[in-house]
Nanobody
């Protein structure tokens, strides 16, 4: 079993930055960030595997990065140049099952362990 604890959400004006953190207990092969806005389906934002291979949603490429501190087993989501459309509940997720493919998948169905979520609100 993997437990994920997120922190770092909040409110910011458009163009600003926020950093989310996700502390994991135990081994994970894949970790990532997902988000869900009201009335919309949950979507993948950025994910990475244990080798450091990443995959980003087109909507966040060039603005978000997903570094990880392996010593702390903590994943981050650095969000820059935030836009109002980035407003959502952000969830950290992880999994141990091997995925086929060159890059880790962005689909939420590929992840079995989830954090409680942290709200990000971007005002215009």
């Amino acid at each position: 079993q993997v437990q994920l604890v997120e922190s770092g959400g909040g409110s910011v004006q458009a163009g600003g930055s926020l950093r989310l953190s996700c502390a994991a207990s135990g081994y994970t092969r894949y970790m990532g960030w997902f988000r869900q806005a009201p009335g919309k389906e949950r979507e993948g934002v950025a994910v990475r595997d244990s080798a450091g291979t990443t995959n980003y949603a087109d909507s966040v490429k060039g603005r978000f990065t997903i570094p990880k501190d392996n010593a702390k087993n903590t994943l981050y989501l650095q969000m820059n140049s935030l836009k109002p459309e980035d407003t959502a509940m952000y969830y950290c997720a992880a999994d141990r099952q091997f995925q086929t493919g060159i890059r880790p998948i962005l689909s939420p169905t590929g992840y079995n362990y989830w954090g409680q979520g942290t709200q990000v609100t971007v005002s215009s």
